[in-house]
C-alpha cells in the first residue's frame, strides 16, 4: 500500500453555493423549454447548450477536475464534447 | 519588439486528481458506456422520429426535472460535506452526507413510481423502440444511483466515526473516490434528462 499524504484541495463553499443555484435555475430553464414544446433546430441546440454548461460546472466545480491533472480534466471535458456531437449529429441527421 | 513582462502568477495549485486513480478508471469506463447508450438512443431516433416525438410526450416531464434537481442538490451536498472534511470540520461531514443520501433516496422513490406507472400501463421493453430505450436507459442509471447510495452510506457511517479530516489522508483519498463516483451518477443525468424527456 502506497503511503498517502494528503494534498488540500482549495474549498470555497460560497462559489458551490452559487454553482448549485445556477444548475437548479439552468433545470428549471430546461424544463420550461419541454413545457413550452420547443423542438427544431434552435430549440436542440439551446438545450444541448444548456445540458453542457451544467455538465461542465459538474465536472469542473463538484468532482473537483479544475485542479486536475490536464489529461484527467481533457478526458472527462472531452467525453463531454463527444457526447454532445453526437446527439446534435444525431439530431440534425433526423431533421425533416 | 519583444515584450518584457512578467505574468502575475496564480498561486501555484499542486494539479491532483480527487480520489484514487481506479475510481477514476472506473468513471471513465463508465462514461463511455453512457456515451453509447446515449448515441444509440439518438441515432435511432432519426430513423423512428415521429415515433419518438410521440411517445416522449407520455413520460412525466415533472418527475424527470423533480430529479434533476434532487441529483443536483446531493451532489452539492456531498461537495459540501468533501469541504467540511477538508476544512477539519468533523463533525460537519456525516450530517452532509446523510442530506445528500436523503436526496439521492428522494430520485429513488420518484423513479420507482415513474416505473410504476408505465409498467402499469402495460409498457414493456418490446412496446416500442422509445420504451425500450427509456426503460433500458433509465434503468441501467438507476442501478448507478443505488451503487452511489450505498458508497454515500459508507461515507457515513465512516463520518459518524469521525474518520475524515486532513491528519487522515487514506480516509480522505475514499472520501473523494466515493464523492467523485456520486457526482458522476449526477452528471450523466443532466444529458440523460434533456435527451430523453425533452428535446424533440
Known sequence: MENLTHTPVPVDTRRSTLVWLALIAATLATWGLGEEGASGPTAVAALLAIAALKSRAV??????LRHAPLLWKGIVLGWLALVCTLIALAYWKGMP | MEANVTLPL??????????DLAIW???????LAFCVFFAAYAFTRAKHVELFNAEQLTLDRNAGA???????????????AVQAAEAGLKDKVAPWLAAGFLCGSGFVAVKVTEYADKLGAGITLSTSP???????????????VLLGLVILAILWFHARRGNYGPDNATAMNNLHSGAS????????????FPLVYVLR
Open chain 2, 130 to 144: 422509445f420504451y425500450m430505450f427509456y426503460l433500458s436507459l433509465t434503468f441501467f442509471h438507476f442501478m448507478h
Open chain 1, 59 to 64: 465536472i469542473l466545480d463538484f468532482m473537483g
Open chain 2, 25 to 31: 478508471f472506473f468513471i471513465a469506463a463508465e462514461l
Open chain 2, 181 to 192: 463516483y456520486w457526482h458522476m451518477v449526477d452528471l450523466v443525468w443532466i444529458i440523460l
Open chain 2, 10 to 19: 496564480q498561486k501555484p495549485v499542486a494539479r491532483h486528481l480527487p480520489g
Open chain 2, 66 to 80: 423533480l430529479n434533476t434537481i434532487l441529483l443536483l442538490t446531493a451532489s452539492y451536498f456531498v461537495v459540501r
